[in-house]
């Protein structure tokens, strides 16, 4: 089960923020061989140098503008997830990174104001549930979209992701043992 | 209320009546790829839900340069032959998946496909509905199915006569220049009007393949004689065109008048910094790598045109121009038709069909500091190379005709 309430101390990035930022194509898809953890050392390589290897800590919370997780399907989740990033709030997202991201177990709330709600360095508070979004340095509040209950990707996300919600559905429908 | 196409396709393959935006529906899938066999194998599933309906090419690192990827490529060959995929397409014969697959009768116009790879809504050009699945690809092999968020449509009405010299690049990088890179964020985007019947079937496939450029989910035309053409021989089943309803309901209606359309070319960061070439003239910016290829425009037509463009000229002394056709079928088809030989005897180099360059990955990636003239999709910092190289994306006339002079030029001075 997830976790629904996170703080976290934030990270702003601008808008149109692509997965070839998170994931860059000369370092991670040229080298297969690299774990999850290597990949996630070259995230925001181009755009913010030196942020993934010294910057971001684990439970920091991640927010951008408009378009987040444009371009590639490659899935940026992964190396967010693999920094520890508890929660990404965005302006809006793009539509393949954000099934990616619920497939990943990797909260990503579509937050219309989030860039002018918050500065970076300030700590939110984030239920994941509800997408109620508090900054405890303002004590402004803010509404994120949340997922309605009872659609699949909300139950995906709560399972924890793809590869949970996969194996218990093929237990019940007796693709695989129990 | 009528329906639009996505909405017509999605409820069908939900098995209900109509579809609203909005809604989420668990659909069946008429298609996807094999880039998830490993993460099937992984949950313990021993059988694909139709071994028929899974495409699969290995177009990224193909072929391998690195032990690492040949590696890859080997264990996915191991898992093709356990899960018995059919359409599997080795070196030689395949090239990159979106015009392999189509080559292969993949999609027809109603479809509803799912697969890796984002530029997948390049399939939307046959009438179809066809995405992206990355990781939830896995669900599909399991199980035939995926859910999907209805999404809102919106209409691009594309008017007036396309000029000469004006390809179905340059449309893409007017629309998304005006419109931005997020218009079609989640949504349906059915591109209609009489540029849309004129333009050839490659040409809108073009703008189908950057319907992820702009955001979209789904980048449909409609089918016509132009979609049949390409399809027979190639799709055996019946299918029938799907139109939207005259009352169906759209977020947004977009108009153009492209009658007055000049060559474009989008500035290096995002494909949305699109500018007619002509005004870009005076700052004579020096390429380094012109580069004719990728899933965006490296189809038949778009070799005739550079080769008609580069007849008995030659690549400027500090440029190289690289090419590297659609598919394998298409380099044949090239070979034949004498373009590859008009390409080589210009001095280009020619490679065989792949996704290397475009994504930075190898066989022409760029250093720092160079500029690149793209035929491709995606100009963002850092994606075919180097974080400090510069690309610019263009159609494959703007691209030839500044592989001659070595800077951008208007592809109308060289004609």
């Not at chain 2, 399809?231 to 947004?252: F, I, K, M, Q, W």
């Not at chain 2, 598919?327 to 590859?340: D, I, N, P, R, T």
Request: charge should be negative.
């Amino acid at each position: 089960m997830m976790e629904t309430v996170r703080t976290g101390r934030v990270w702003k990035f601008g808008d149109h923020i692509s997965t070839d930022f998170m994931m860059p194509g000369h370092r991670v898809l040229a080298n297969p061989d690299l774990t999850v953890e290597e990949a996630a050392k070259f995230c925001m390589e181009a755009n913010r140098p030196g942020w993934a290897e010294d910057e971001v800590q684990p439970g920091d919370i991640l927010v951008a503008g408009i378009n987040f997780g444009c371009g590639s399907s490659r899935n940026g989740s992964q190396s967010l997830k693999a920094l520890n990033i508890a929660v990404v709030l965005a302006e809006s997202v793009s539509r393949i990174h954000l099934r990616n991201a619920v497939n990943s177990g990797l909260p990503t709330l579509v937050a219309p104001g989030i860039n002018d709600f918050v500065e970076e360095g300030q700590r939110l508070e984030v239920n994941i549930v509800t997408g109620e979004v508090k900054n405890l340095d303002t004590g402004a509040t803010l509404q994120a979209e949340a997922w309605e209950e009872g659609t699949p990707p909300y139950e995906i996300l709560m399972a924890g992701g793809l590869d949970a919600f996969m194996k218990t559905k093929l237990k019940e429908r007796g693709r695989i043992s129990a | 209320m009528g329906m639009t196409i996505a909405e017509k396709i999605l409820a069908a393959h939900a098995g209900v009546e109509t579809a609203k935006p909005g809604q989420y529906l668990w659909c069946k899938v008429d298609a996807t790829s094999g880039h998830r066999l490993a993460d099937l194998e992984a949950l313990g599933v021993d059988k694909v839900w139709d071994p028929e309906k899974v495409f699969h090419v290995d177009d990224h690192q193909a072929p391998p340069p690195t032990i690492a990827a040949a590696n890859k490529v080997k264990e996915m060959r191991r898992l093709i032959k356990k899960y018995e995929i059919k359409n599997y397409f080795e070196y030689g014969r395949g090239g990159i998946l979106h015009q392999v697959f189509a080559e292969h009768g993949m999609y027809a116009p109603g479809d509803l496909v799912a697969q890796c790879d984002s530029h997948s809504t390049s399939g939307g050009v046959f009438n179809a509905c066809v995405t992206n699945a990355n990781l939830d690809a896995v669900h599909v092999l399991a199980f035939g199915e995926l859910w999907f968020r209805v999404p809102e449509s919106v209409r691009v009405v594309l008017n007036g006569t396309l000029p000469a010299w004006c390809v179905g690049k340059d449309v893409i990088l007017k629309v998304a220049s005006e419109l931005g890179t997020d218009y079609g964020l989640y949504k349906s985007v059915e591109y209609v009007g009489p540029v849309a019947s004129q333009m050839s079937l490659a040409q809108r496939w073009t703008v189908s393949n950057m319907g992820v450029e702009v955001g979209a989910k789904f980048a449909i035309f409609e089918g016509d004689e132009k979609t049949d053409a390409f399809l027979s021989g190639r799709v055996n089943r019946p299918y029938e065109h799907v139109t939207a309803d005259p009352d169906a309901s759209y977020e947004a209606e977009y108009e153009f008048n492209l009658s007055d359309l000049t060559p474009m070319v989008a500035r290096p960061g995002d494909p949305g910094n699109g500018v007619p070439v002509e005004g870009v003239r005076a700052e004579r910016v020096k390429v380094d790598q012109a580069f004719l290829g990728s899933c965006t425009n490296a189809r038949l037509e778009d070799l005739e045109v550079a080769a008609r463009i580069l007849d008995g000229k030659q690549v400027h002394p500090d440029v190289r121009m690289l090419v590297s056709p659609s598919s394998q079928e298409v380099f044949g088809e090239a070979l034949k038709a004498g373009y590859l030989e008009t390409l080589l005897k210009a001095g280009a180099l020619v490679e065989h069909s792949t996704c290397g360059p475009c994504y930075g990955g190898h066989l022409g990636v760029l250093g720092d500091g160079e500029t690149c003239i793209s035929s491709s999709n995606r100009n963002f910092q850092g994606r075919m190379g180097s974080p400090l190289a510069n690309v610019w994306l263009a159609s494959p006339a703007t691209v030839a005709a500044s592989a001659i002079a070595g800077e951008i030029v208007d592809p109308r001075e060289y004609i």
